[in-house]
């Protein structure tokens, strides 16, 4: 799925930088009818997770009260120059990544 | 005291003589975009934040998808989209010659679909016709609307005008009571805006997702309790007519983000 992030492309070494990932998803709580009453099946992303150069900085656990096309934003250290992975898991076996990179100076 | 008024109203009349009564000067013309709160604001600014750019991004993958029996994408005939498609959604809805009658920008999605790729057409507020005419709209971003402008479209103008005027439903208002009379004022906490279709389809938090005009305007009807029009319909279709017209030279925000 379609996934916006944000990250720095530069920094200086020990900056506190935003990151901010935007991806698309229903978030369908499972707790809606339709019209002739049968439950709309829960269908979440159920978590998140930002890997910095293979180490985990970040991860959030996801829950049917967040709005559709969860945004998420935190910060953290700039440390060294390279890959900022982000991935989502949900419901129904769905999962969805995408990656940005940044430059360390 | 009637003096004065007299006095006032011969003012504006003197102002603004091609205007009718209630109608917004083109110089005061606002976009909803002024009506909202920062945070609000900040979101649609934001190509990184506006969830609006999911779906163009998906209606950018769409745009050169191969689809129908004809195996054709719209890249095929149209090229880069974004020195084809700029300015278009500004000028639409659009006269059809074939047709006879004003086509909106999901209506001629439909059209080319049906006629150069010989695919089936996609069904209103689907997630695929939204993510196109986003996709479309958004290359005419910071564009003046001009739509209404062809000679042709002047009846479906009126029409479309005749309807903003109308009052109906079980609260027994017309567009204009709101619209025109009332806008700046508030309704339940929540700010009367001008009703300017400036950046549709638009993401709504209240929908959680992207929508057209047409649903905007089927959740107002609904909301003074009248009986909607279908999606499509020509009614609606003179509607959102009128509303592009009425904006006229406000620039197109698409994908713009409301409360």
């Given at each position: 799925?379609?996934?916006?992030?944000?990250?720095?492309?530069?920094?200086?070494?020990?900056?506190?930088?935003?990151?901010?990932?935007?991806?698309?998803?229903?978030?369908?709580?499972?707790?809606?009818?339709?019209?002739?009453?049968?439950?709309?099946?829960?269908?979440?992303?159920?978590?998140?997770?930002?890997?910095?150069?293979?180490?985990?900085?970040?991860?959030?656990?996801?829950?049917?009260?967040?709005?559709?096309?969860?945004?998420?934003?935190?910060?953290?250290?700039?440390?060294?120059?390279?890959?900022?992975?982000?991935?989502?898991?949900?419901?129904?076996?769905?999962?969805?990544?995408?990656?940005?990179?940044?430059?360390?100076? | 005291?009637?003096?004065?008024?007299?006095?006032?109203?011969?003012?504006?009349?003197?102002?603004?003589?091609?205007l009718l009564a209630g109608e917004i000067?083109?110089?005061?013309?606002?976009?909803?975009?002024?009506?909202?709160?920062?945070?609000?604001?900040?979101?649609?600014?934001?190509?990184?934040?506006?969830?609006?750019?999911?779906?163009?991004?998906?209606?950018?993958?769409?745009?050169?998808?191969?689809?129908?029996?004809?195996?054709?994408?719209?890249?095929?005939?149209?090229?880069?989209?974004?020195?084809?498609?700029?300015?278009?959604?500004?000028?639409?809805?659009?006269?059809?010659?074939?047709?006879?009658?004003?086509?909106?920008?999901?209506?001629?999605?439909?059209?080319?679909?049906?006629?150069?790729?010989?695919?089936?057409?996609?069904?209103?507020?689907?997630?695929?016709?939204?993510?196109?005419?986003?996709?479309?709209?958004?290359?005419?971003?910071?564009?003046?609307?001009?739509?209404?402008?062809?000679?042709?479209?002047?009846?479906?103008?009126?029409?479309?005008?005749?309807?903003f005027m109308?009052?109906?439903?079980?609260?027994?208002?017309a567009?204009t009571n709101?619209h025109d009379d009332n806008?700046?004022?508030?309704?339940?906490?929540?700010?009367?805006?001008?009703?300017?279709?400036?950046?549709?389809?638009?993401?709504?938090?209240?929908?959680?997702?992207?929508?057209?005009?047409?649903?905007?305007?089927?959740?107002?009807?609904?909301?003074?309790?009248?009986?909607?029009?279908?999606?499509?319909?020509?009614?609606?279709?003179?509607?959102?007519?009128?509303?592009?017209?009425?904006?006229?030279?406000?620039?197109?925000?698409?994908?713009?983000?409301?409360?």
């Amino acid at each position: 799925m379609a996934a916006l992030i944000n990250v720095p492309a530069k920094a200086k070494r020990g900056d506190i930088i935003e990151i901010r990932a935007l991806t698309s998803h229903i978030m369908e709580t499972g707790f809606r009818h339709t019209v002739d009453g049968a439950l709309v099946p829960r269908d979440i992303i159920t978590s998140f997770t930002c890997r910095y150069n293979a180490t985990e900085i970040f991860r959030a656990d996801l829950f049917p009260a967040i709005a559709a096309n969860p945004y998420l934003s935190f910060f953290t250290i700039a440390k060294e120059s390279g890959k900022l992975e982000f991935e989502w898991i949900g419901d129904n076996g769905y999962s969805s990544s995408a990656s940005a990179s940044i430059t360390v100076e | 005291m009637i003096f004065w008024r007299a006095i006032a109203a011969a003012t504006l009349l003197a102002a603004a003589p091609a205007l009718l009564a209630g109608e917004i000067a083109p110089e005061a013309r606002r976009s909803g975009y002024s009506f909202m709160g920062p945070d609000t604001r900040a979101m649609q600014d934001d190509d990184t934040s506006n969830p609006g750019m999911l779906f163009v991004l998906d209606g950018e993958a769409l745009w050169t998808k191969k689809t129908g029996s004809a195996d054709k994408a719209c890249a095929d005939c149209h090229g880069d989209a974004r020195s084809s498609m700029k300015g278009v959604a500004a000028r639409y809805p659009a006269f059809d010659k074939a047709l006879a009658r004003p086509v909106t920008l999901d209506q001629r999605i439909n059209l080319c679909r049906a006629n150069h790729q010989q695919a089936s057409a996609l069904p209103y507020e689907s997630r695929d016709l939204l993510a196109l005419s986003a996709f479309i709209a958004h290359q005419s971003r910071g564009v003046a609307i001009t739509a209404g402008d062809e000679p042709e479209l002047k009846p479906f103008v009126a029409q479309g005008r005749d309807l903003f005027m109308q009052r109906e439903g079980q609260l027994n208002l017309a567009c204009t009571n709101c619209h025109d009379d009332n806008f700046n004022k508030r309704l339940a906490g929540a700010p009367i805006t001008q009703g300017q279709p400036t950046g549709y389809p638009l993401y709504r938090l209240e929908w959680q997702t992207l929508g057209s005009l047409e649903r905007r305007l089927r959740g107002c009807m609904t909301g003074v309790r009248a009986q909607a029009y279908d999606y499509g319909s020509p009614e609606l279709v003179a509607l959102e007519l009128y509303l592009m017209s009425r904006a006229r030279g406000l620039p197109v925000e698409t994908p713009a983000v409301r409360p």
